[in-house]
């Protein structure tokens, strides 16, 4: 099932009387339980598709259809130090007025099964960066959204932290079974972590090219070590550099 | 475990010693003047010295006339803290929530922060009547426009993408102010709070000065009139350690509510 499809998608920014065009014929769809990366150079317009996918933008031309409420990460986990972890994931929740004894549960199993119900009564200061992202993660679910948006999620963490993160969250969001799009600049970590890589051009942004990743393996460390990993990456290279 | 312990001692030791050289520098200054006053060296008439405050303290003390005139004004001053920090951040609220309404009022705001409030004292104090009223109203003209102005700026500049992110769960514009804007900045209107205390003060003693019966101004401004500087200088003294003493209560009630928010361990 088709959970997110865009047809013909043109964007245009207006600046000082001048049309700027930035995205030109954006066609794509996601199927349910498929993680997408989106990649490209800077500037390019990655943004500017997650804005039109939450509805933030509405496109000039072509067609946005999205099928589900969205649940949006960011870089930073953007969690509140003075409430606790319980608190911070319920925040969604009651701001959707929406907290009922079924999403407790919900909440309460996720706690459990991915290692923070020993921490729901401590304040983010009190935990790791990874954690604290798990955290943000588990707040983002907590409303049950039918897409995932990832906006260069592991992008503030160090490299070693940065891996285990991606491990923890691709983890997570298979076990969940959740549709996701992750905006990434850094081609390794959008080969490890999606089942198809889009990448786009300089803007405006067209696609150049969407790529089905199959690496035999079952997480994005894993997938690293694979000799075809090498591969997809200057295939990938080759591209984003192309004319 | 050893080190916190140790860490511990180390900050204590330096806690100590620095209220010992706060204590060292006030008791040298006060040392230096009665010295001074003593030899005379300065003219005790004019500078007066601690000894003479100390003495015309223990008169006013005697006559029972000390604390109904500092009560009268720290009643003053708390409620010129209470109205003025409690209206301008209201109204700091009601600007962040209308972006209309502040462009319309921001060069007012501006303009009535530059007035100078104090000269227009004996105005406002016409306009609500000699006494408790007309002082308050002096105080509260002094902090509350600062205190929109300050709050407004904390408010506004929040970081936007934890804006964004209670957008995306759909919040509406009172949900972010309920749980991000107010609760983020109550460290920051502790401050606003704290420097309050200073300008409330400012607007009793003036207030005072100009029509009050009693209270500290009374004392400094009833001692200037008849050239007793010894009484003028006890008004200070007064004035100075009860600041001092609302500056430590709102300061480990500030502290108190960020341990019991979990902020800081």
Not at chain 2, 217 to 232: C, R, S
Request: hydrophobic share 45%; charged share 20%.
């Amino acid at each position: 099932m088709k959970v997110l499809e865009f047809d013909h998608v043109d964007m245009d920014f207006c600046s000082k009387n001048k049309q700027l065009k930035v995205l030109d014929d954006i066609s794509f769809s996601v199927e349910e339980g498929e993680i997408l990366a989106i990649t490209g150079p800077s500037g390019a317009g990655k943004s500017t598709i997650l804005n039109l996918i939450s509805h933030l933008l509405l496109p000039s031309r072509g067609n946005v259809s999205v099928n589900g409420n969205i649940g949006y990460m960011f870089q930073k986990d953007h969690l509140f130090e003075w409430k606790t972890i319980y608190k911070n994931i319920l925040l969604g929740l009651e701001i959707q007025n929406n907290v009922t004894e079924e999403n407790l549960q919900a909440v309460d199993r996720m706690l459990k099964l991915y290692g923070l119900a020993d921490f729901r009564d401590n304040h983010p200061k009190e935990l790791s960066g990874g954690m604290r992202q798990r955290v943000a993660l588990i707040r983002t679910l907590a409303v049950n959204p039918a897409i995932l948006l990832l906006d260069e999620p592991f992008a503030s963490l160090d490299y070693q932290t940065k891996l285990n993160v991606s491990e923890d969250i691709y983890k997570i969001i298979r076990n969940e079974n959740k549709t996701t799009i992750i905006v990434s600049h850094d081609i390794s970590e959008a080969i490890a972590f999606a089942d198809r890589v889009m990448i786009l051009s300089e803007r405006p942004a067209r696609i150049k090219e969407i790529i089905d990743i199959r690496i035999d393996a079952p997480t994005p460390i894993k997938k690293r070590q694979i000799k075809v990993f090498q591969v997809y990456f200057e295939h990938i290279w080759g591209v984003l550099n192309s004319e | 475990m050893n080190d916190t312990c140790n860490s511990y001692k180390i900050n204590r030791k330096r806690k100590i010693k620095l209220v010992i050289y706060q204590l060292t520098l006030l008791f040298g200054f006060l040392g230096l003047w009665e010295t001074l006053a003593h030899f005379k060296i300065i003219d005790e008439f004019v500078f007066s010295s601690p000894s003479a405050i100390y003495r015309i303290f223990i008169q006013y003390f005697n006559a029972n006339q000390i604390f109904n005139n500092i009560w009268i004004s720290v009643y003053e001053t708390i409620l010129g803290i209470i109205i003025g920090s409690i209206g301008g951040i209201l109204f700091a609220s009601i600007l962040w929530y209308s972006e209309i309404l502040t462009n319309i009022l921001r060069p007012f705001l501006n303009v009535l922060n530059a007035l100078p409030k104090t000269a227009l004292a004996p105005i406002m104090i016409i306009w609500a009547g000699a006494g408790v009223r007309g002082i308050v109203l002096v105080a509260v003209s002094i902090l509350i426009v600062i205190t929109i102005l300050s709050t407004y700026s904390y408010f506004s500049n929040v970081e936007e993408d934890k804006i964004k992110m209670l957008l995306s769960f759909g919040a509406t514009k009172k949900q972010i102010f309920t749980k991000l804007i107010f609760p983020s900045n109550i460290g920051n209107l502790a401050t606003v709070v704290k420097i309050n205390i200073g300008m409330s003060w400012i607007g009793v003693i003036i207030g005072e000065l100009l029509v009050s019966k009693a209270g500290i101004g009374y004392l400094i401004m009833y001692g200037g009139q008849i050239f007793k500087l010894d009484l003028v200088m006890m008004g200070v003294f007064i004035l100075g350690v009860c600041a001092f003493l609302m500056y430590v209560i709102v300061d480990k009630l500030e502290k108190v509510i960020i341990k019991k928010r979990g902020e800081k361990k």
